[in-house]
């Protein structure tokens, strides 16, 4: 167990709706980031947060959005869901003091179906 | 920005070894990462080089090239439960985030 907790571990829903996908960092983590696993790939970086603050962009797209609020925990939204948008989705976090050899722990994820 | 390539499948027998390769190009460094992955599960971590050289930890090593960009993890004794996908991970200049390749999926047989 990470200490990484992430939620629902399962959503099914149809093309054109809108999820929020919920993740609670390891305690005492400061950074949050969430990746995209679609089959055949790897994981896509989307979007980091540090202590609430936007730290660094991936590949997100104009539909999706994130925000980590005062607790630290993060969610990600997801909008106007298109069939591609299938994929596990992780995150991650890490104390982030700075250290290059800090290493990120991941949820379990939550595997998004859209039909 | 980074580019990371690593073969994407490879078998091997129980009790053999195998090497897994790592390739990379990035504008700025900050040390290589080896995650495992199960199907459908969490990548774990199982490996940092940020310096040249071999780091070794009980079946499982990885080994660092700076100036060459690249990297490979050598798994010892394999068991079937090393059956998994193996990340490699570039950390490049700035912030923390990692950034991933495709990932190699080794399939362990008796």
């Known amino acids: 167990d990470s200490g990484v907790t992430q939620t629902p571990k399962h959503l099914i829903t149809a093309t054109g709706q809108r999820v929020t996908l919920r993740c609670s960092p390891r305690?005492?983590?400061?950074?949050v980031y969430w990746y995209q696993q679609s089959l055949d790939q790897g994981l896509q970086f989307l979007i980091q947060y540090y202590n609430g603050e936007e730290r660094a962009k991936g590949n997100i797209l104009e539909r999706f959005s994130a925000q980590q609020f005062p607790d630290l925990h993060s969610e990600l939204n997801l909008s106007s869901l298109e069939l591609g948008d299938s994929a596990l989705y992780f995150c991650a976090s890490s104390v982030d003091k700075g250290g290059t050899n800090e290493k990120l722990f991941f949820g379990s994820g939550t595997q998004l179906s859209v039909l | 920005g980074q580019n990371i390539d690593q073969p994407t499948e490879m078998t091997a027998t129980e009790g053999a070894i195998v090497q897994i390769n790592c390739t990379y190009q990035t504008s700025g460094f900050n040390g290589l990462f080896w995650y495992q992955q199960h199907a459908g599960e969490a990548p774990t971590f199982l490996s940092y080089?940020?310096?040249?050289g071999l780091e070794e930890k009980g079946r499982f090593s990885s080994f660092l090239s700076r100036s060459k960009g690249y990297s490979y993890l050598l798994l010892k004794e394999l068991q079937m439960k090393d059956s998994a996908s193996y990340l490699c991970a570039v950390r490049g200049p700035g912030f923390q985030k990692l950034v991933f390749g495709t990932g190699t999926r080794l399939l362990v047989s008796p």
């Open positions: 080089n940020v310096l040249d």
């Open positions: 305690s005492g983590d400061l950074s």
